[in-house]
C-alpha cells in the first residue's frame, strides 16, 4: 500500500478561514458532587472480554466501540497517563488500583450476576472511596510508519467511567474514538492537526491527546 503523506497546502487551509478548535469546556453544574476520594481502577482491554474486529457496547454507558488491536503495555501506558492527569488537575484524594487487590474477584464470587456499575459500586465501598474511576481500551493500534508518511495510521479508542458511589450514579463519561487522517481526508480536523503538531502520531501520542482533551470534561467538586 502506498504510503499516505500529509496534506502540505495548511497555508490555503488558514486563508479560507479554518481555526483550530477549542478544547472542551466543563459542563456547568448547580448541585455539588460531594466526592472526595476516587479509587482510580486498572484499564481492562475490550479483546480480552469480545475479541478482535467486533462491534461492541459499553456495559457502563452504552456506546459502542470497534474492537481492534491492542499494542503490548497500552494498559499500563494509559494507567500511568491518567493517574498524572488526576494528580496534577484534580482535587481528588486518589485511591490507587493496588489497594482493591482481589476484592473484585471477591464480589463476583459473592454474586456472579451482578452488573459492570454495581461491581464498581460494591469495589469502591469496600475501599470507603466516594467515586469509581474505571477505563476500558477498544483498539491501541501502531501507526505503520514516520512522522511524515505512514502506510496505516494510528488507531485509538477508549472510554472513562466516573461513578459515584453513595448512589450508584454515572457522573461523567469520557469517550475518545478516533484514526488518524490527512488533511486531505478530512479537512475540517484542521486545528486538531495544528494542535498535535503536524505530523502522524504514534498510538502513544494519540492516546495522551486523546485523554487531555477527553479529561478537560471532567467535573471537579
Known amino acids: 500500500?502506498?504510503?499516505?503523506?500529509?496534506?502540505?497546502?495548511?497555508?490555503?487551509?488558514?486563508?479560507?478561514?479554518?481555526?483550530?478548535?477549542?478544547?472542551?469546556?466543563?459542563?456547568?453544574?448547580?448541585?455539588?458532587?460531594?466526592?472526595?476520594?476516587?479509587?482510580?481502577?486498572?484499564?481492562?482491554?475490550?479483546?480480552?472480554?469480545?475479541?478482535?474486529?467486533?462491534?461492541?457496547?459499553?456495559?457502563?454507558c452504552g456506546a459502542v466501540f470497534e474492537t481492534g488491536p491492542i499494542e503490548a503495555g497500552a494498559d499500563a501506558y494509559m494507567a500511568k497517563q491518567l493517574l498524572a492527569f488526576l494528580q496534577g488537575n484534580t482535587p481528588y484524594?486518589?485511591?490507587?488500583?493496588?489497594?482493591?487487590?482481589?476484592?473484585?474477584?471477591?464480589?463476583?464470587?459473592q454474586d456472579p450476576g451482578m452488573s459492570e456499575p454495581e461491581l464498581?459500586?460494591?469495589?469502591?465501598?469496600?475501599?470507603?472511596?466516594?467515586?469509581?474511576?474505571?477505563?476500558?481500551?477498544?483498539?491501541?493500534?501502531?501507526r505503520i510508519g514516520t512522522g511524515f508518511s505512514v502506510d496505516t495510521p494510528a488507531s485509538v479508542a477508549f472510554g472513562i467511567h466516573f461513578i459515584r458511589v453513595a448512589d450508584g450514579r454515572l457522573i461523567w463519561t469520557g469517550i475518545f474514538d478516533e484514526t488518524q487522517h490527512s488533511l486531505s481526508e478530512n479537512l475540517f480536523q484542521l486545528g486538531n492537526f495544528i494542535r498535535r503538531g503536524g505530523g502522524w502520531l504514534t498510538a502513544e501520542e494519540l492516546a495522551a491527546f486523546g485523554l487531555q482533551e477527553t479529561m478537560a470534561t471532567l467535573p471537579l467538586p
Open 120 to 142: 464498581l459500586v460494591e469495589m469502591g465501598k469496600k475501599l470507603q472511596a466516594d467515586a469509581v474511576m474505571s477505563g476500558m481500551i477498544y483498539r491501541f493500534r501502531q
Open 1 to 60: 500500500m502506498a504510503a499516505v503523506r500529509l496534506f502540505p497546502a495548511i497555508m490555503v487551509l488558514c486563508i479560507l478561514g479554518c481555526a483550530p478548535g477549542l478544547p472542551a469546556s466543563r459542563p456547568e453544574r448547580t448541585q455539588p458532587l460531594h466526592i472526595e476520594s476516587v479509587l482510580v481502577l486498572p484499564f481492562k482491554e475490550a479483546r480480552q472480554l469480545h475479541g478482535m474486529d467486533r462491534s461492541v457496547r459499553c456495559p457502563v
Open 93 to 109: 484524594a486518589l485511591i490507587p488500583s493496588s489497594a482493591a487487590g482481589g476484592i473484585r474477584s471477591e464480589i463476583i464470587a
